[in-house]
Nanobody
Framework: QVQLVESGGGLVQAGGSLRVSCSTSRRTFSYSAMGWFRQAPGKEREFVAAISQSGGSTYYADSVKGRFTISRDNAKSTVYLQMNSLKPEDTAIYYC?????????????????WGQGTQVTVSS
């Protein structure tokens, strides 16, 4: 069974930075495009960022472009989301997801495997 494990969430003041990480098995990671999504209270889960298997292609939601950076370390089977200039509206549970054998996508339905989520809270 594929497991994705996120870490690194927490509480930060507006304007601050935070990095969340997500690890899975080497086999799964090597063949997966990876994505980050988030879900705020009372809202639907939304796309944040995605990265191709090689790391050569990245995609971002307009709301985070220029502030967030997605990256991956294939040797460590880990994907990262570096979040800078955080705003209170970035407060959400952040989920990583794997699209095994697939391409990076903005669509939730493209991802077969999901982590349990990590809470990010940005105070004003």
């Amino acid at each position: 069974q594929v497991q994705l494990v996120e870490s690194g969430g927490g509480l930060v003041q507006a304007g601050g930075s935070l990095r969340v990480s997500c690890s899975t098995s080497r086999r799964t990671f090597s063949y997966s495009a990876m994505g980050w999504f988030r879900q705020a209270p009372g809202k639907e889960r939304e796309f944040v960022a995605a990265i191709s298997q090689s790391g050569g292609s990245t995609y971002y939601a307009d709301s985070v472009k220029g502030r967030f950076t997605i990256s991956r370390d294939n040797a460590k089977s880990t994907v990262y989301l570096q979040m800078n200039s955080l705003k209170p509206e970035d407060t959400a549970i952040y989920y990583c997801a794997a699209n095994l054998y697939g391409r990076p996508s903005l669509l939730i339905t493209e991802y077969s495997y999901w982590g349990q989520g990590t809470q990010v809270t940005v105070s004003s």
